[in-house]
């Protein structure tokens, strides 16, 4: 109760819609804020409604920070990201083509009859003018001939020369026959694209010459793609740089190595392409790192990277500028929020005093606020409560005096039917200890029997078990004794055909050798004849040999023209490009006309060569088949006595067919009759099984009737 019972609040006065009316008074307050715990309140709603406001506002701003940031910083990485990718692609293709723009070098030096001249005769101080004169054209800076030996011949980078070049894979590849275009690390040269092919004379490879680029001391590579890319390029050697466009306190950064241990291990151990952010010399870059490999070995890398540092700082000022103007948004909403709070707080405060008068039990104290929104119905609905507050207080007393009353007769009524129960549960506890004792005699007996029965059933299903283990055996025996002689019987048929077969095979063959024989001079006729014929394709061959030649002899002036006018056009500049194009050309064919020369010499060389051998090869055919003749006329007598041997022998192999086939029938029948005690036996087993499991069935129930029994008779003892 509230302060006890107080006088009812008469009720405020309706208007004609019969809703209380709302005086235009307002409840004044203690100070301009209301008394201390008015305060409070208004102090801990306004807290919480610029708190709501507030956060509502920091959580969008966060928001759109957020996004914002997330939307730029992805945007810029991935045009970088794409950007840094295709330059990568850009300068893999510049690497393959100066690996193929140097094997065409190296394949046209090594058919030059000059070269093949120079190496053969170890002429240094010719293949040295050679290698300066390709060099002069500017695109290779490192020009090497070397014998079979791998000993090199000549540089034309340098005056070394004498030294063993073997341990290269490209010379080792070269000398195999096998041109390559590969990245190496020489004597000389620290790490450069080599291009190596093999020098012949007469299909044997008596040297090698390399044409190539020194990326340790060039810079041409990857100042190009910088001029072209904006982007800085680095070539490694392992992890160090040899060629780099990155230039550190004004030099370039030639010697460094790389420092991130996971670039290194991803690309040079693992063979991947590395994506992502590096930072260099104290710059930050997007970057992107590839393996150089040879033949599937990794011997260095490949960089391109693009500085972001300043992209990095417009993406900065951008979030920059977002977070100033959400902090400016934050003010204003804030103050706003305040501005609320004072206005939403104050009709709130005067009921709240309204409420806490009510339970001090002043329940006819009136509540009036000016105001039309939910705070006016607030109000109404407080006065209201007022009013009925006491009304409901008496109610509540008279029914609890009403209830006490029914719960003293509701209480006696209980007590007799609790006796009652008692009473019958004792009653059908008795019965059913009665009952369980006579089912615990039934039970005992139907176990002891179960049990009897089946031991009895397991002996039998044993011993039927091992009679049928027994049939089937001897129905194996049975099977594979008449395996056996069906195998007899049909092998002894087969071999009495194959007797008769042979008999009219040796007749047949005994003509077949005098037919033979007639052939056989026949062959010998045409062989002489072949012979004339073969002489004279031999010396038709050798004339058309003497007429390669010559053409050979044309080809290799034409090619030595050829690339007397590219270098001359070389020299020309611009004015003899179109010269060299045609010049290369006309070399192109040359060297084509000079390979068909030798294909056809080849070829023809083979021709003269098996005209010999079938000439010889047709005189032994012709001594041959005098030998053949005398060998057929004694195949023809020895068929003859064969036939007559043939004969006794399928007469015996019939006797022993027939034979067998009369021990397969016997053992046919006795196997069909092995076969029916089995499947006897086997039912029988069967049977005993099935009647097995029924017993133990049965003396599974027996056990569970007797785990009931006793569960009646404790349960009947606790409730006696």
Not at 115 to 120: K, W
Not at 445 to 454: E, F, G, M, R
Not at 539 to 561: F, H, P, R, W, Y
Not at 691 to 707: E, F, W
Request: proline share 2%; charged share 25%; with cysteine.
């Amino acid at each position: 109760m509230l302060g006890g019972f107080c006088p009812i609040t008469p009720p405020l006065p309706r208007g004609r819609s019969g809703k209380p009316r709302v005086s235009t008074a307002v409840v004044e307050t203690a100070g301009p804020l209301g008394n201390t715990e008015g305060d409070v309140m208004r102090v801990s709603i306004a807290a919480k409604i610029m708190a709501l406001v507030i956060a509502s506002v920091v959580a969008t701003v966060a928001i759109i920070q957020a996004v914002a940031y997330s939307s730029v910083k992805d945007g810029y990485e991935a045009v970088t990201a794409q950007a840094v990718e295709s330059y990568l692609h850009v300068l893999n293709r510049q690497i393959e083509s100066y690996k193929e723009v140097y094997a065409d070098m190296a394949r046209t030096q090594a058919l030059r009859p000059n070269v093949i001249d120079g190496v053969l005769a170890g002429d240094t101080a010719k293949l040295r003018d050679l290698g300066q004169t390709l060099m002069a054209g500017g695109k290779a800076d490192l020009v090497v001939f070397a014998n079979a030996k791998a000993d090199v011949l000549a540089r034309a980078h340098n005056d070394k020369a004498g030294d063993n070049i073997g341990n290269q894979e490209g010379v080792k590849r070269a000398l195999a026959g096998e041109p390559c275009s590969v990245f190496e690390s020489g004597n000389t040269v620290r790490f450069s694209i080599r291009a190596y092919a093999p020098i012949k004379k007469d299909g044997a490879v008596i040297g090698v010459v390399i044409v190539g680029q020194d990326l340790s001391n060039n810079s041409t590579l990857v100042d190009g793609v910088k001029k072209d890319l904006g982007a800085e390029a680095t070539i490694f050697y392992g992890d160090t740089r040899v060629s780099t466009s990155l230039v550190v306190d004004g030099k370039r950064a030639v010697g460094t190595a790389l420092d991130n241990k996971a670039i290194v291990d991803a690309v040079l151990r693992q063979g991947k392409t590395y994506l992502g952010e590096n930072t260099l010399f104290g710059r930050l870059y997007r970057t992107a790192y590839a393996p150089l490999k040879n033949d599937g070995n990794i011997v260095g890398m490949v960089f391109i990277g693009v500085d972001i540092s300043q992209v990095m700082a417009a993406r900065d000022a951008i979030i920059k500028q977002i977070g100033l103007a959400g902090l400016g948004s934050l003010i204003l909403f804030a103050a706003l929020a305040w501005w609320l709070s004072k206005v939403l707080v104050r009709p709130l405060l005067a009921c709240m005093d309204f409420a806490r008068a009510v339970a001090r039990g002043e329940t006819d104290r009136a509540l009036v606020v000016s105001r039309a929104d939910e705070t006016g119905v607030l109000a109404q609905a407080l006065t209201a409560m007022a009013g009925d507050i006491r009304c409901r207080m008496d109610e509540a007393a008279a029914a609890k005096q009403q209830a006490e009353a029914e719960a003293l007769c509701a209480k006696a009524d209980r007590a007799k039917a609790d006796e009652a129960c008692r009473l019958a549960e004792t009653a059908k506890m008795e019965g059913m200890l009665h009952a369980a004792e006579r089912i615990e005699v039934v039970v005992e007996a139907v176990t002891n029997a179960s049990h009897q029965l089946a031991a009895q059933i397991e002996q039998s299903t044993q011993g039927a078990k091992d009679q049928s283990r027994q049939v089937a055996e001897a129905a194996g025996s049975m099977e594979q004794l008449n395996s056996t002689v069906l195998e007899v019987a049909k092998n002894a048929s087969e071999a009495a055909d194959a007797a008769e077969a042979a008999r009219k095979r040796a007749e047949e063959g005994a003509s077949v050798v005098d037919e033979v024989v007639r052939g056989i001079f026949q062959v010998a006729d045409q062989a002489r004849g072949l012979k004339d014929d073969m002489g004279a394709l031999g010396q038709k061959a050798q004339n058309i040999g003497a007429i390669m030649e010559v053409i050979s002899d044309i080809a290799d002036q034409t090619n030595l023209l050829a690339l007397n006018a590219a270098i001359e056009a070389a020299r020309a500049g611009d004015a003899g490009r179109g010269f060299a194009v045609v010049a290369d050309e006309v070399r192109k064919l040359a060297e084509k006309t000079m390979t068909a020369t030798k294909e056809v010499g080849a070829a023809i060389q083979g021709i003269q060569d098996g005209a010999r051998r079938n000439v010889a090869g047709f005189d032994k055919a012709v001594e041959g088949v005098e030998a053949a003749t005398d060998l057929a006329r004694r195949s023809g007598e020895a068929l003859t006595s064969i036939v007559g041997l043939v004969d006794a022998v399928a007469d015996q192999v019939r006797s022993i067919a027939t034979a067998a086939e009369e021990q397969s029938a016997a053992a046919e029948e006795i196997g069909r009759t092995v076969d029916r005690v089995s499947r006897i036996s086997g039912e029988t087993a069967q049977a005993m099984g099935e009647s097995s499991a029924a017993v133990d069935n049965l003396a599974g129930q027996a056990k569970a009737l007797q785990g009931l029994v006793l569960d009646m008779q404790r349960e009947g003892e606790a409730k006696a």
